[in-house]
């Protein structure tokens, strides 16, 4: 008795009813993605702690319940959740009203409005002119929320609105008592656009010169600031690039010269000192 044909036609069977269970679990998977996907329904704008505001989006489901004041540095905007957690999910801002002294390993970058920021695992500190502004905003991702788009929109939108207070590293040159140096010249090499900017002090930039998106940047040298000498005549600005044989040549204003191995958009290893 052959039973191949049998066979044969049970294994279709089986492989049918498998594709179709594949089809469904995506189908319903896109479904529930889509449906869970965070909607904003509406922006709203922080500024209650005087000299700085920010933009937060609002999502459906999770909107706000109470802005909450500690006191006169310290806010906690509470949000409404569709989870049953018993705990009210919460954004917390405050001032730190310490002087800003930047460690080695103080790495901020700058948003569309010019103020320094960096960001931790579980918040965002943005410089003032002697202190910091830091905001914890609720990190989850899924059931309508979204951490990220929330926290993406606070470094986009952040901006100081007491000039006094705005005070970052490129008004301070402005103000200083030495002369600030004219912005360096950037250079170009094999399609990358490498610049050093006043703001970002000891720091290289590199873009692509078609987009103009950023592809790196690279501290090159360290400036070290005596807490007790006046701290403008301790900059040291990069006043000068150039290339030369595949290398980025740096030189500062204490003339000392530092070169960079060019390696197109891939970042580029430590700077080694020349001269």
């Known amino acids: 008795m052959n039973i191949k044909p049998k066979f044969t036609k049970h294994l279709k069977v089986v492989l049918f009813i498998v594709l179709a269970l594949l089809i469904l679990t995506t189908i319903t998977m896109a479904i529930f ?10 922006t709203k704008t922080f500024s209650e702690i005087p000299g700085f505001s920010f933009e937060y989006p ?23 959740s ?12 405050e001032n730190n009203y310490i002087m800003v002294k930047r460690s080695a390993d ?56 007491d000039a006094n207070l705005a005070t970052n590293q490129a008004e301070s ?16 090499y094999l399609g990358v656009k490498y610049s050093a900017r006043v703001a970002r002090m000891g720091y290289v930039e590199a873009y692509d010169e078609k987009t103009g998106l950023k592809l790196w940047e690279k501290k090159v040298y360290d400036v070290k600031i005596d807490p007790y000498v006046e701290e403008d005549v301790q900059w040291v600005f990069i ?14 204003t204490n003339d000392e010269v530092y070169s960079i191995t060019i ?13």
């Open 106 to 161: 103080y790495t901020p970058i700058t948003n569309r409005n010019n103020v320094l920021y960096r960001r931790g695992t579980s918040s965002i500190s943005f410089e003032g002119f002697d202190y910091f502004v830091d905001i914890y905003p609720f990190l989850h991702e899924g059931d309508g929320y979204s951490g990220k788009a929330l926290t993406d929109k606070i470094v986009e939108t952040f901006k100081f609105t």
């Open 82 to 93: 569709p989870l049953l957690t018993g705990i009210a999910p919460s954004m917390k801002i």
């Open 58 to 80: 609002v999502f459906k489901g999770w909107e706000v319940k109470e802005v909450m004041r500690i006191n006169e540095g310290k806010y906690y905007v509470f949000f409404k």
């Open 173 to 188: 040159v402005s103000q200083s008592k030495i002369k600030a140096p004219q912005e360096v010249i950037p250079v170009s």
């Open 239 to 252: 006043k000068e690039l150039k290339i030369e044989n595949q290398q980025l040549i740096v030189t500062n």
């Open 263 to 275: 390696m197109g958009a891939a970042i580029p290893p430590i700077a080694k000192r020349i001269r």
């Open 33 to 42: 993605s889509f449906l869970n996907k965070p909607k904003v329904v509406e």
